[in-house]
């Protein structure tokens, strides 16, 4: 699985769009691009997934590059609840791959008043 | 559905001696995942099993660590004897099918090893 990498921390205001960064440079054509989060003291959570198209749900917007070697994490209206450690995380989903996630170090996001 | 339980949630056991986790996986998920979680090594897999067999056990650690799954309902991490080193979270994931692109994560067990 291709490696990522994400700043270390980041700040945003409440009610504000946060964006988060990934890259991903060495990504392959059939390898997807997770997110999860994991709030202080809970397991991780799923957010989002894309392959090449934009992507969004209730919970965020995911913005692929053409190339596909980066991509955007946005939480439109971050609340304080949406204060966690953000894992990028590329993966091929495909059966002799398991379904095993690999986890780097993620962005630590703090959302302020 | 209750989503994937763990038990005990805390755990505070003294060197040497055994330990067991336990975890029930969402009912109909047919892989089981165990994670480790620790502030200097961030969150591991270190198991994980297909239909209740073991798949890819490479991220154990070491002897003193096995695993079960004798049932689609119910798995094991067991660690003997325990060592400080072992202190961590311990999660334990659930997905539906491969390709399944969502894994559910369990609350954890904090241990902690003294």
């Known amino acids: 699985d291709a490696k990522t990498t994400q700043p270390p921390s980041m700040d945003c205001a409440e009610g504000r769009a946060a964006n988060l960064p990934c890259n991903h440079s060495t990504i392959s054509g059939n390898e997807y691009v997770y997110w999860y989060r994991q709030i202080h003291s809970q397991g991780p959570q799923y957010i989002i997934h894309?392959?090449?198209n934009n992507e969004t749900n209730e919970m965020a917007s995911l913005i692929i590059t053409e190339d596909r070697k980066s991509s955007t994490l946005i939480l439109p209206h971050a609340t304080l609840r949406d204060t966690a450690v953000y894992y990028c995380i590329v993966r091929v989903a495909r059966k002799a791959a398991g379904n095993k996630l690999t986890f780097g170090g993620g962005t630590r996001v703090l959302v302020k008043p | 559905d209750a989503g994937v339980i763990q038990s005990p949630r805390h755990e505070v056991t003294e060197m040497g001696q055994e330990v067991t986790l336990r975890c029930k996986p969402i009912?109909?998920?047919?892989?089981l995942f165990w994670y480790r979680q620790t502030m200097m090594r961030g969150l591991e897999l270190l198991i994980y099993f297909n239909n209740n067999v073991p798949i890819d056990d490479s991220g154990m650690p070491e002897d003193r660590f096995s695993a079960k799954m004798p049932n689609a309902s119910f798995s094991t991490l067991k660690i003997q004897p325990s060592e400080p080193r072992d202190s961590a979270v311990y999660f334990c994931?659930?997905?539906?099918?491969?390709?399944?692109?969502?894994?559910?994560f369990g609350p954890g067990t904090r241990l902690t090893v003294t």
């Open positions: 894309g392959l090449k």
């Open positions: 994931a659930s997905s539906l099918g491969q390709g399944s692109h969502e894994q559910y």
């Open positions: 009912s109909g998920h047919d892989y």
